[in-house]
């Protein structure tokens, strides 16, 4: 009676805490197989969905002090087996090319957040190029994980800004030639749509026959899976949500959706999440809120301990309905049918 009471007493509107409690649901980390980290906030894009606020105008970049410090947890900690590098565009930290190859001796699966474009624009500051990136992929085994919208230009455009679409495509044919999207290859080429509004995801298995079939018809692209996101009610796309008076519709039909059984695989129970100052969270969306993980002291790479990451208590916020609704999402894309 004490506990219902209490849990009375502490409702508040779109409490996901509240959710978990009512379909007995207690979601305590499963282990630490991935280690997320974000290099840099800067981006040669500007996203309006964007829940990370990244632009050719952000300067945060992760050190290389800071880079060797992960690289030391990844050796100490074998049971760490995903390095999962993303920003911004990742590959726009001067240490990057670093990163990657000492990752790769160490026997780490690398997977990189790839925006595409960044392979043609090159450093928006710099203007330094980074064709060479595709056969840097390929020597390393690097997981490639691109976002694309669509398979039709307006509504790639749309959401991520003219010319993205072709530059897309031409990047995606570039990976193809090396290897990625190859069934006779271990090159991994993913892509990740996400709604163009305030939409859930479609159904994953037929989004990835539709993507597979239109991209390889009209542009003869190939690619191995297709991940539907959510897109979170935070930063700028929370802000377009507000600006349009439909926020609340935006998170009643999260809420609505909740799933039981995505909820149990949310990706915060088997991944860590690294910001670019070193500083540890529960997921990537956590960190963009600045819920850092505590233990007596704020958790960092300098800090880190295995012992106390496993047996935290995960830091939940009205957001994370973004990551059970329908049949829920993670960076690897739906998590139950």
Avoid at 188 to 196: A, E, G, S
Avoid at 223 to 236: E, G, K, S, V
């Amino acid at each position: 009676m004490k506990t219902e009471a209490l849990h009375v007493l502490n409702f508040k509107k779109y409490d996901f805490e509240q959710k978990l409690y009512e379909n007995n649901l207690d979601l305590p980390p499963l282990n630490i197989e991935t280690l997320q980290v974000n290099v840099t906030l800067k981006c040669n894009q500007a996203c309006l969905h964007c829940h990370v606020d990244s632009s050719p105008k952000r300067t945060e970049q992760m050190s290389k002090e800071t880079i060797d410090k992960c690289l030391e947890i990844l050796v100490k900690h074998p049971q760490i087996i995903n390095l999962d590098l993303t920003g911004g565009a990742p590959e726009l930290n001067p240490n990057f090319d670093y990163f990657v190859t000492e990752a790769k001796k160490l026997g780490k699966h690398i997977l990189v957040r790839h925006n595409l474009t960044v392979t043609i624009d090159g450093d928006p500051t710099t203007k330094e190029s980074k064709f060479y990136l595709p056969k840097f992929y390929a020597d390393n085994n690097v997981e490639v994980i691109s976002s694309l919208p669509y398979y039709q230009e307006y509504f790639t455009d749309k959401q991520r800004g003219k010319g993205v679409f072709q530059k897309s495509i031409e990047s995606l044919k570039m990976l193809n030639d090396v290897g990625y999207g190859n069934e006779n290859t271990e090159l991994k080429l993913d892509l990740v749509y996400n709604p163009v509004g305030a939409f859930l995801p479609a159904c994953q298995q037929d989004l990835e026959k539709d993507f597979k079939k239109e991209l390889w018809e009209k542009y003869q692209i190939k690619f191995n899976n297709l991940y539907t996101i959510t897109n979170m009610p935070i930063h700028r796309f929370k802000e377009q949500l507000e600006r349009l008076g439909t926020y609340d519709e935006y998170m009643e039909k999260l809420v609505n959706a909740f799933n039981p059984s995505a909820a149990k695989g949310v990706m915060c129970r088997s991944l860590l999440s690294v910001s670019y100052d070193g500083k540890i969270f529960d997921c990537d969306f956590n960190q963009m809120l600045n819920l850092q993980i505590y233990d007596n002291e704020p958790l960092t790479v300098f800090n880190f301990s295995y012992e106390k990451l496993q047996k935290r208590k995960i830091i939940f916020d009205s957001h994370c309905f973004g990551c059970t609704a329908g049949a829920g999402s993670s960076c690897g894309g739906a998590i139950s049918e």
